[in-house]
């Protein structure tokens, strides 16, 4: 049993957050450091994927988002780009990694650009965990936070145009309603492994009051107990939204 376990039955200390996010960093040089391909590192980290899930499920976190491919990985050599989407495709078709779990599975980014059988995969596996009552994953999956503010005001703009908005009543709960992430409550907890302490253009309208956690940790080695530190990290923040204290 954990420690989060075991202080979480002797107290009420620990706050478990409703929506963690995580920036599923450093697989790339988890590889390297053992003279692998950066795919094997992938490979690794799609494995600790399945793993924290499981884990925040069994805690009672509601929402968990992961960052997976940004639109900025495209960059990358090809050969790793799609090592990266030949994993997710294992995964997807590995039905009971989500289905068995009682995970629903929900995609977030622009995935209309990815290839049909992918983009088929994505939708069946969306449609195949809906019933799920457990943890709600988002996969973040050429997800760039830039970007998808940007669909958003293109979406917003056209409804102006066709006179279905008075854009001088627009809301901020508007704009929160036209993000991939309409409808969930915004992360509490954004947790960054791999020892980079920026946010990586990783949901920049949705983190404005979320608490951070880092670890040099790369995600490939990265444990439940890491989960444990961050929760209880994040129990003990006083999260004043701009109150006074
Ligand atoms: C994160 O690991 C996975 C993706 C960005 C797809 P990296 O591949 O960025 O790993 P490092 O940062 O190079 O170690
Ligand atoms: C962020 O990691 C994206 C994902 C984890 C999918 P990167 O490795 O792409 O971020 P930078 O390039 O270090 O900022
Ligand atoms: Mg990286």
């Given at each position: 049993?954990?420690?989060?376990?075991?202080r979480k039955k002797q107290s009420d200390a620990v706050t478990v957050p409703q929506h963690?996010?995580?920036?599923?960093?450093?697989?790339?040089?988890?590889?390297?450091?053992?003279?692998?391909?950066?795919?094997?590192?992938?490979?690794?980290?799609?494995?600790?994927?399945?793993?924290?899930?499981?884990?925040?499920?069994?805690?009672?976190?509601?929402?968990?988002?992961?960052?997976?491919?940004?639109?900025?990985?495209?960059?990358?050599?090809?050969?790793?780009?799609?090592?990266?989407?030949?994993?997710?495709?294992?995964?997807?078709?590995?039905?009971?990694?989500?289905?068995?779990?009682?995970?629903?599975?929900?995609?977030?980014?622009?995935?209309?650009?990815?290839?049909?059988?992918?983009?088929?995969?994505?939708?069946k596996s969306e449609q195949d965990s809906a019933d799920a009552t457990g943890l709600w994953?988002?996969?973040?999956?050429?997800?760039?936070?830039?970007?998808?503010?940007?669909?958003?005001?293109?979406?917003?703009?056209?409804?102006?145009?066709?006179?279905?908005?008075?854009?001088?009543?627009?809301?901020?709960?508007?704009?929160?309603?036209?993000?991939?992430?309409?409808?969930?409550?915004?992360?509490?907890?954004?947790?960054?492994?791999?020892?980079?302490?920026?946010?990586?253009?990783?949901?920049?309208?949705?983190?404005?009051?979320?608490?951070?956690?880092?670890?040099?940790?790369?995600?490939?080695?990265?444990?439940?107990?890491?989960?444990?530190?961050?929760?209880?990290?994040?129990?003990?923040?006083?999260?004043?939204?701009?109150?006074?204290?």
């Open positions: 049993m954990s420690l989060f376990f075991r963690i996010a995580i920036i599923m960093d450093g697989n790339g040089r988890w590889a390297k450091r053992r003279g692998l391909p950066r795919t094997a590192g992938h490979s690794a980290g799609a494995s600790t994927f399945k793993t924290i899930a499981r884990y925040c499920n069994k805690i009672g976190v509601k929402y968990l988002t992961v960052y997976a491919f940004s639109t900025e990985n495209w960059k990358r050599p090809k050969a790793e780009v799609d090592g990266i989407m030949n994993i997710l495709r294992d995964y997807l078709l590995d039905t009971d990694s989500f289905k068995g779990e009682n995970i629903r599975l929900h995609f977030i980014g622009d995935t209309s650009v990815l290839s049909d059988e992918l983009k088929d995969l994505i939708a994953v988002n996969i973040a999956l050429n997800y760039g936070g830039r970007d998808e503010i940007l669909h958003a005001v293109r979406a917003i703009a056209r409804d102006a145009c066709d006179g279905k908005v008075n854009i001088d009543s627009l809301t901020e709960q508007d704009i929160s309603d036209a993000m991939f992430t309409a409808g969930m409550p915004d992360p509490d907890l954004i947790i960054r492994p791999g020892g980079e302490h920026r946010i990586s253009n990783y949901l920049i309208w949705q983190s404005a009051y979320a608490e951070y956690w880092f670890t040099d940790r790369l995600w490939p080695d990265f444990k439940t107990d890491d989960i444990d530190a961050a929760i209880e990290s994040y129990s003990h923040r006083d999260r004043r939204f701009g109150n006074a204290k």
